[in-house]
């Protein structure tokens, strides 16, 4: 409903305005809301023209409201008057100017968002002028955040006014006065086409420009003009319901799949109010539907002539989520900060710096190999120092100068560059140029030629670029982390969507549908929980003064009446009108939601659609299904394995983990942490250890040394072990946390001597010392942590764990902890005179060992095997010898042959810690197991 002051224009229709558009001698202009509709208004004058036979004709000046009052200030600017016209702030100067005034505010400097408080504040700011509501605003009570406003707003205008300056949301006012000192000529004929409403400012800016001497008309779309049929229902829309949100999605895209084959020059709309929450969904349910092959699942070039599906969705991303800018935004990050390994990771396996088309193999595998040593977040000195390191171990340990020598390159240029070049204040244009150099340093973006969407993404990227240079005008200095976060916070706020061809499927939200026709709308997602739409009033303005204003969003009267005349006016936007909802939310408990009021009262229908095969079952009707065993490899006769006996672990706990991990070579992905994991603890417990029993050698020259000495002993072991970790990782540990580390090792490793002071006399053998496991035909490669000899001349083999391992361990067809067993039984050249296998649990309170030995004596508290409930069944130390030597025989077998089954040795907690559970795919058992045992309780 336009608001009554329009009155005093005269209306045309479409059909008046394009004969108007063809015979005009006089300089005509149309204005519409949105750029959307000034494009469909353009498409539907030239296929008037195509209609009219005409080959050529003139192109009609069409385009938005906002576009249009900007031109008209530029136009004047450049004239003779512009001297004195004050300088036009773009969305991106004001809103930082807004952060600058409420930062140095006292009230907003307590504020933890300034960057969100600044964007509501000039959303205010704009509502003001719009609705003309400055002079009012102190009329009404005002809280503390109207209050902070009034404050930053005063001062806002001040600079303003100091600097001659003006901003979007001042505009109209500016061109109402030039308006009236006669500075501006405007078209002989303004249209406006499409306009549900104007704003208070809208209109005054209408009535100075026809008072200056153009002729306003208003052009109502034909969707607002059309009248229903005396003999056809005004309701003749069906309503549908529907599952949930994809299924009413899907049903929608074999709607639109269904129309579009039975007329291809058909217009089909697709309106989704909740549209920037839906987006991904939409994307996923459509391309399956109109495209259910694996074409577009290609990669480029191959998917160019088939990727052209003919749907669109009319809301971009924020050009922060495209690959390509992410890529340029990480890359600036790291000159001035530490980064995240994730976005790190990213960027070295990015086509779009230099040299990956050459090196994108290499760099996978660089990528892997960083993650052993890199920290959690990494700066550019530190990056660049790891793959140097890295490179040169990989030189020396291949003699070969592979690698990804263009990556090193480009970072080393660009550290030197930042180094030597970045200067630590400049303003926002230097910074500028600087960050094209830094982009161009690594070769951004890359080799290889962009697609149009990259290309146009590139484009998009250079212009925020220019964006940021302009800042100077608000901000005559900064530091380079200054002008990056402002970069990032453009490209988080510019939503950008590339051109695409012209496709007869419009996915719409519903302002951008606002006042098109179509041939077929659908209109979805019209629960009572998204429609009527929800106020969304600011609050820095007080809500009665919104309220009294009129203004679409800003009460609960005015959105419901908007949602009204929006609803109305989807009736008469097509021939085919469908209104779906789903009858279940997509929360997490899946509540039951209502339809919307404002289409209730249209009965509830079905509609008929075809069904159209998916790519699922496009590959069984194509293919005949053959039944395989794939639980089975091939076998070998020989096999020496790097895995050490890690293989008949393996194997023991599931036959699939061992192929894939000693045959295939699948291999996990490591995740930089903070600090130690346990296994590193373990390696340190075990080099300490190691290095403490080189030095003692016996027991008795541990029972000698004196309380000072063994510390010192300890501390010195304990730091070497820590330093060996530092140069693996240099970046990861702090010198603090080491020294808290070795500290903690001194104190665990003497409570452990402490333990070992209770036992007899014995002498250490062997420490970390490499056998050979042969097994039949499978030769194995261990390390034994420690060997002792006993005052009776026999040994005792010791493994060490960081936690508690019981020895039923040991023992069984399928033995969790085989290792002590196999050196025992399997070691070549053979250990001989052995008296036991002990697990040694060095672990702060629970010190000592479990072991299964053959007499009483042999460690302090435990006793002969045969006494112990676990080894009832072996007669004697050499049934027991016997029975591994079987067991591991078995394995061996079964390893060799190939057996590939997925068979965890105690489903699902065999399965629950293992790293290969999205290859067996055995998860998806063991969450139906899960599932179903909680639904059993």
Not at 256 to 266: F, K, N, Q, T, Y
């Amino acid at each position: 409903m336009l608001h009554a002051s329009t009155l005093q224009f005269h209306f045309l229709s479409q059909e008046d305005l394009f004969k108007r558009l063809n015979t005009s001698v006089t300089a005509a202009t149309v204005v519409t809301p949105n750029r959307r509709l000034a494009q469909a208004l353009v498409n539907a004058f030239n296929l008037h023209q195509l209609d009219r036979q005409l080959v050529v004709w003139e192109t009609p000046d069409i385009l938005p409201l906002a576009a249009f009052f900007e031109r008209i200030y530029l136009n004047t600017l450049y004239s003779n008057q512009g001297a004195e016209l004050p300088l036009l702030l773009n969305a991106v100067q004001a809103h930082v100017l807004w952060e600058k005034v409420i930062q140095s505010d006292e009230t907003g400097g307590l504020l933890l968002n300034i960057t969100q408080a600044a964007r509501l504040a000039l959303e205010a700011w704009q509502l003001l002028h719009d609705w003309q509501l400055s002079n009012n605003f102190g009329q009404y009570p005002l809280n503390e955040d109207s209050i902070a406003f009034r404050s930053w707003s005063g001062t806002y205008r001040k600079h303003l006014v100091e600097n001659n300056l003006t901003d979007l949301a001042c505009l109209g006012d500016l061109i109402r006065t030039l308006c009236a000192q006669g500075w501006i000529e405007g078209p002989d004929e303004l249209f406006c086409f499409g306009f549900d409403h104007f704003t208070p400012q809208q209109i005054a800016v209408l009535n100075a420009l026809k008072a200056s001497g153009s002729s306003i008309a208003l052009i109502q779309s034909p969707v607002i003009d059309r009248e229903p049929d005396g003999d056809k229902d005004t309701y003749a829309a069906r309503r549908v319901c529907y599952t949930d949100v994809e299924d009413e999605i899907y049903h929608a895209a074999v709607w639109a799949r269904s129309r579009l084959e039975a007329d291809p020059s058909v217009s089909i709309g697709i309106i989704v109010p909740a549209l920037t929450q839906r987006r991904s969904m939409l994307q996923r349910v459509f391309s399956n539907v109109m495209q259910p092959d694996v074409c577009a699942a290609l990669s480029q070039p191959y998917q160019h002539s088939v990727s052209r599906l003919p749907f669109n969705i009319s809301l971009g991303l924020p050009l922060l989520d495209y690959p390509l800018v992410d890529t340029a935004l990480t890359i600036l990050a790291l000159v001035s900060q530490a980064v995240t390994y994730d976005r790190i990771s990213d960027l070295l396996r990015s086509p779009f710096i230099g040299g990956s088309d050459v090196e994108i193999n290499d760099r996978a595998l660089l990528d892997q190999k960083l993650r052993r040593h890199a920290a959690p977040n990494l700066t550019l000195e530190q990056l660049v120092l790891l793959l140097q390191i890295l490179s040169d171990d990989k030189r020396q340990e291949s003699r070969s100068e592979t690698g990804c020598p263009v990556l090193i390159k480009n970072f080393s240029m660009l550290l030197t560059f930042c180094q030597c070049d970045l200067p630590q204040k400049a303003r926002h244009n230097d910074y500028a140029e600087l960050m094209l150099s830094i982009l161009q340093i690594v070769g951004f973006p890359g080799e290889r030629t962009l697609d149009s969407r990259e290309y146009q993404t590139l484009q998009k990227l250079h212009e925020i670029v220019a964006e940021l240079a302009t800042l100077d005008r608000i901000i005559p200095q900064t530091g380079f982390a200054g002008a990056l976060r402002r970069l990032n916070h453009i490209a988080s706020n510019t939503l950008f969507q590339p051109q695409t061809p012209l496709v007869p499927i419009q996915i719409l939200g519903i302002l951008e549908a606002t006042g098109l026709k179509f041939d077929h709308l659908w209109v979805m997602g019209l629960s009572d929980e998204q429609w009527p739409l929800r106020p969304r009033t600011n609050p820095f303005i007080p809500y009665a003064l919104q309220q009294k204003s009129g203004m679409p969003m800003g009460s609960v009267t005015e959105i419901f009446s908007f949602s009204q005349r929006i609803t109305d006016r989807w009736m008469n936007s097509a021939d085919e009108v469908i209104l779906s909802h789903p009858k279940f939310s997509d929360s997490f408990d899946a509540l039951e939601i209502l339809s919307s009021p404002l289409i209730r009262s249209i009965p509830e229908s079905s509609v008929e659609l075809p069904r159209y095969q998916s790519h699922r079952d496009l590959i069984v009707q194509t293919v005949r299904l053959e039944h395989v065993v794939d639980d089975r490899a091939s076998s070998m006769t020989k096999y020496n394995a790097g895995g050490g006996v890690a293989v008949i672990k393996d194997y023991a706990a599931c036959p699939f983990r061992a192929w894939a991990r000693h045959r295939m070579a699948v291999d996990t992905v490591d995740t930089p942490h903070v600090g130690l994991d346990a296994m590193e603890r373990g390696i340190l417990v075990h080099q300490v250890l190691a290095s403490v029993w080189n030095k003692f050698k016996t027991k008795q020259a541990l029972d000698k040394t004196n309380q000072e000495d063994l510390d010192n002993i300890l501390f010195a072991a304990s730091h070497d072990a820590v330093q060996s970790i530092k140069r693996k990782r240099p970046f990861a540990l702090s010198d603090r946390f080491l020294s808290i580390e070795c500290r903690r090792l001194v104190r665990l490793v003497r409570e452990w001597l402490e333990a070992e002071r209770d036992r007899d006399d014995f002498m250490v053998e062997a420490t970390e010392h490499s056998h050979v496991i042969q097994i039949g035909e499978l030769r194995l490669q261990g390390r034994l942590d420690r060997v002792d000899r006993l005052e009776n001349g026999m040994q005792l083999i010791i493994d060490y764990k960081t936690s508690q391992y019981k020895i039923d361990a040991m023992l069984g067809e399928r033995p969790d902890e085989p290792q002590l067993p196999l050196y025992l039984v399997m070691a070549n050249p053979p250990l001989i005179d052995v008296a036991g296998i002990a697990f040694a649990t060095i672990k702060s309170g629970e010190m000592g060992f479990s072991a299964l030995v053959r007499e009483d004596g042999v460690l302090p508290g435990v006793g002969a095997f045969d006494k112990t409930g676990a080894c009832g069944s072996f007669a004697n130390w050499t049934a027991l010898f016997n029975h591994w030597n079987a067991v591991f025989l078995q394995l061996a077998s079964g390893f060799m042959s190939g057996d590939a089954r997925v068979m965890p040795k105690n489903f699902p907690e065999t399965c629950r810690y293992c790293d290969f559970q999205p290859f067996c795919r055995v998860t998806e058992r063991l969450v139906t197991t899960e599932n179903r045992d909680a639904v059993n309780e």
